[in-house]
């Protein structure tokens, strides 16, 4: 029995050609998602400080145990710094270079009232709203940190970028159970992963 295709022989070429090229703009835009990791301040800007506690070296860790928990799951991650220091605007530069990028700023947080903890997250743009929820729920819930709670701000670094962005203080320096706490890796690591899987749920719901 000899049986018919029903795609004419002169249009198959032009169907596997279009086949190939969504394929390719599917899987191109796949891999193109990218976390862009921002560690605040660096080099001369130690951020926050507490005796010899700095921001900056909290910050720059959490950032690299967020890229290791991305990086596991197939993320590709960008850091905006590493051990030196980069202005606001070349961090937004940096967020800038990719098409499809969720932008994640990690600080840790100081305040005059030494009473003062807990974990906020700030989002700008509405398209960065559900993350920052996200992000503030579950690093709330694995943590079990005071709830700041989640903050609309202008700041340079959430307003510049394209794509999603937050920041994320994650405690107190300036109070002193709390750094104690920050010190711990063990509570850098929670927050790191906290953060990493709201990410992860984010690309699944957005
Ligand atoms: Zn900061």
Redesign the pocket.
Known sequence: MIIRCSIHRSTFPSLLLLFVVLGGLLLGEASAFRVVIDP??GGHDS??QNGSVL?KHL?LDVSRRLARYLNRRGIKTTYTRETGFVSLNGRVAIANRYKDAIFVSI???SASNRGATGIETFYYTPQSELLAHLVQTNVIHKTRRVNRGVKHRGFRVIRGPRGPSILV?GGFLSNSRECRRCIDKVHRQKLAEAIGHAIVRFRKVR
């Open positions: 605040g301040h951020g926050a921001e910050a600080h840790f947080n203080e």
